[in-house]
């Protein structure tokens, strides 16, 4: 909306292993242009595991294909004795344009606090890695505080100490929507992403606000894409489970 290009993003979480990736993402290439997607029009990013981002790289880059790729999280540290993380520095060797950030899943599985995610932020723009700041309440947040509250502390916590004009991706997704089958609405979701827009105005100025994606995420599917991108405030979405069916994630990013 507002002249921002959509941004349909895949998470495949801790499925397809690298030598599933390449056969994934050679034949979402093909749905994508036999579908004849307006490239222009939509980016289509996947997000697989690490040890298949090297294979997604050579694919892409030998191939030309017309498809993003990112990581799913990322260290707070540049280099050194933290074992089993990984440097924004190797995801930008990588050539990943995009890391998801503070997922729900990282949050409650990994302990993952505002402060970490905030740090976890400013890693990945250091090495010119387009964060993918994922948001979201859970159900008691919900009842007990509305529904922007949760999101709109966390952005706001997450932004702390970014630099006016910073190139990010907003992700709105409801805890309760992750993996249920019960999508928000899209009025639900239009409320809370113009909600957390105003954070970014305020965070890092009005300029970044306008042109700053926001998705939204939580069950989303081909037979809902199509309400949640009517929206203004909403530019996209983060899929999770229907990310994983070339055929559906073709549809969901043709916006149907
Ligand atoms: C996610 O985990 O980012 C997600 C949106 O999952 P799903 O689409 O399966 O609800």
Known sequence: ANGRVPFIAGNWKMNLDHLQSIAFVQKLAWSLKDARLDFDGVEVAVFPPFTDLR??????????LPVKYGAQDVSAHDAGAFTGEISGAFLKALDCEYVIIGHSERRTLHMEDDALVAAKVKAALKYDVTPVICVGETAEDLAEHGPSAVPVAQLTAALEGVGAGADIVVAYE????IGSGQAATPEQAEQVAAALRAVVAESIGADAAAATRILYGGSVKSGNIAGFMRQPNVDGALVGGASLDVAEFSSISRFQ
Do not use: C, G, R
């Open 55 to 64: 294979s997604v790289q050579t694919l892409v880059a030998a191939d030309k």
């Open 174 to 177: 409801p805890v309760w929507a």
